[in-house]
């Protein structure tokens, strides 16, 4: 958090003029530790899949940083200062394997005055914004919202909310907010109505509501693009508009579907045309439909989608959030998730981007890591990073590869590093003083928290978090998997293992962590890129593709079909790159660490072995 210097430096500033509402980025910064002639080039969306300057495939993967944001005690910001940001960066990169972040944000932090923007806020969010940036990490911000505000809660409520500021709802008159019996937050959402009609005057611009929030979101976005280099900006990979978005209530013969139609989406043309207004036009808007749309649960699903947006294009990006509310419920599925349980739920995004004409995110899933139905997160973690891998179960992953649809991007729910540690009065009440899990409605689903020594460590098994991913395909990915062998307690899962079939494949294996790429090679010279997680040492990685076989990659160079450098960032995550020199030609590459020294006999026999694979199903 800013100090009082730094405010009153921000406010001269202001002062003195140099705070304005559009205008293109200052000059380039120099280029990040570890980056080499590829990186560094800003996204686009094309052929429903993001895009980097070399023309090739990007997966975003990371988390949602962070929940932090919806508290008071550190004034609506992700972190308590930028060295806590550059901590929290470095290990989501190095121990949780991300390259991006969804980066929360708070409207009632940036317009605490109806009209007027606060300018140390804006500065201390860029500047903790630019701390994932220089640690190599895609950053795409979101003003996000729960229950519209926590201004419509009192200081006695079971629950509390985050988003709008306290004018917004004083103009209101809403009513006591009571939610009746209600068992989980969520349940505010519809039964709070104190919540529901606060949400309608948002959605139907009462008292210009929906005015100012635009208004605030141009001019953040204006200052966040003129506060950062062109570099810095370019890992900006566009802007959610508004979290999880709901009518409240409906209007009279209006449905979710024509509620969409009629209120959603004209509010997201108008962020768009801020967004090109403040800087933002080549950058696309991450928009979600109806939050309840693809929801699990039979009597709270509704119909949705933006089905009647037309074909969004690359100005838009397909947002969405899957989590299971049928496991968190603790009712609804009793046992844990098991091998393809989310493909047809996660096959349903892939499907309704594609009729969109865009490129999807779920830009939140996860699991309560405390409470009741804990012990399901490790499967149902497993089974969601499995169906954003790939549409096709682990089980039949190996006979119908050519099914698996795009790898999807996606933000876990949350990165937060000081869960256990808060110290948040819940709507202001200094009686209810939350400090354990997330502080916030008695969440808890954080991947990480800071250790007795003031370290960042991992709340889940690395082996769920730190995986092999695809950052970038040179040309178009035609299907991925990746058996991470994370445990249930004390049981290792395994749900794709190589088929006997391929012997010397299994072999090569073991019983070790694999990932497996198959792609077309495109036009372009910029090699693909795979993570490599922590528990794939370069020293002991084992690669075997149709470009060639190595264990241990040579450093790369441009001559090297196979090999290993830095991720960009200077935060010692790496990544396997492998470069063809042709056009429209299919390539594959496993990549393991189960082997020891394999002998080159084994890696030629499982070389041939995967040439026939591939060459049999694409």
């Not at 500033?13 to 002639?37: E, I, K």
């Amino acid at each position: 958090m800013p100090n009082i210097r730094a405010r009153l430096l921000v406010v001269l500033v202001v002062l003195l003029g140099s705070l304005t509402v559009a205008g293109a980025p200052p000059a380039t910064a120099a280029t990040l530790p570890g980056s080499l002639w590829f990186d560094e080039t800003p996204l686009t969306v094309r052929n429903g899949r993001f895009v980097d300057g070399d023309g090739r495939e990007v997966v975003l993967r990371g988390y949602n940083v962070s929940g932090e944001t919806k508290l008071e005690e550190n004034s609506g910001l992700p972190f308590a200062s930028v060295a806590d940001a550059k901590k929290s960066a470095t290990a989501l990169r190095a121990l949780g394997g991300g390259n991006s972040v969804r980066f929360l944000l708070s409207w009632a932090h940036a317009e605490p005055t109806r009209g007027t923007v606060d300018p140390a806020y804006l500065a201390a969010v860029t500047d903790q914004m630019r701390a994932f940036l220089d640690a190599g990490i895609r950053v795409y911000p979101d003003f996000h919202q729960d229950l519209y505000s926590r201004h419509l809660f009192n200081p006695g409520s079971w629950y509390t909310g985050d988003g709008a500021p306290k004018w917004a709802v004083a103009l209101g008159g809403y009513p006591q907010e009571s939610c009746g019996i209600c068992l989980f937050w969520g349940q505010n959402i519809t039964q709070n109505q104190a919540v529901t009609k606060a949400q309608y005057d948002f959605w139907h611009n009462i008292y210009g509501l929906q005015d100012s929030f635009l208004d605030t979101a141009q001019k953040t976005m204006a200052y966040v693009g003129q506060h950062l280099s062109e570099a810095e900006f370019a890992g900006i990979v566009g802007f959610d508009p508004y979290n999880e978005p709901y009518a409240g209530s409906y209007d009279s013969g209006q449905n979710s579907r024509s509620w969409e139609q009629s209120l959603l989406w004209p509010f997201y043309e108008r962020f768009r045309a801020r967004m090109d207004a403040a800087g933002w036009q080549d950058k696309p808007a991450f928009v979600e439909p109806n939050l309840f749309w693809n929801a699990n649960i039979g009597t709270q699903k509704q119909e949705g989608g933006l089905l009647d947006a037309g074909t969004l294009g690359p100005r838009y990006v397909f947002n969405t959030h899957f989590y299971d509310q049928k496991a968190i419920s603790g009712i609804l599925m009793w046992g844990n998730a098991s091998d393809g349980q989310y493909a047809t739920d996660f096959g349903t995004i892939r499907d309704r981007a594609s009729a969109a004409g865009t490129a999807a995110v779920v830009s939140e899933f996860g699991h309560p890591l405390s409470g009741t139905v804990s012990g399901k997160a490790p499967t149902v973690d497993k089974a969601m990073y499995q169906a954003l891998d790939s549409r096709v179960p682990g089980a039949s992953w190996w006979t119908d590869p050519s099914s698996s649809g795009p790898v999807l991007s996606g933000s876990q729910w949350q990165w937060d590093i000081y869960s256990g540690r808060h110290h948040e009065l819940m709507n202001d009440n200094p009686d209810k003083v939350r400090t354990s899990g997330d502080a916030w409605n008695d969440e808890d689903l954080s991947a990480v928290r800071l250790d007795d020594s003031g370290a960042v460590a991992l709340r889940q098994d690395a082996r769920l978090l730190d995986r092999v991913y695809p950052s970038a395909a040179a040309g178009t990915t035609l299907a991925f998997t990746y058996e991470d062998r994370s445990p249930d307690g004390s049981t290792t899962l395994t749900w794709n293992p190589v088929p006997s079939s391929l012997p010397n494949v299994s072999q090569l294996v073991g019983s070790g962590q694999y990932g497996l790429l198959v792609w077309r090679s495109g036009s372009g010279s910029a090699p693909t890129e795979l993570h490599l997680p922590a528990s794939f040492p370069t020293s002991t990685t084992t690669v075997v593709s149709d470009l060639g076989t190595a264990y241990a990659p040579p450093a790369y160079t441009p001559s090297a079909p196979i090999a290993a450098a830095p991720e960009p960032g200077g935060t010692g995550s790496r990544r396997l790159l492998l470069t063809d020199s042709d056009s429209g030609v299919l390539h594959y590459a496993l990549v393991t660490n189960g082997a020891t020294s394999p002998p080159a006999t084994l890696l030629n026999a499982a070389r041939s072995e995967l040439s026939a694979w591939a060459a049999g199903h694409f």
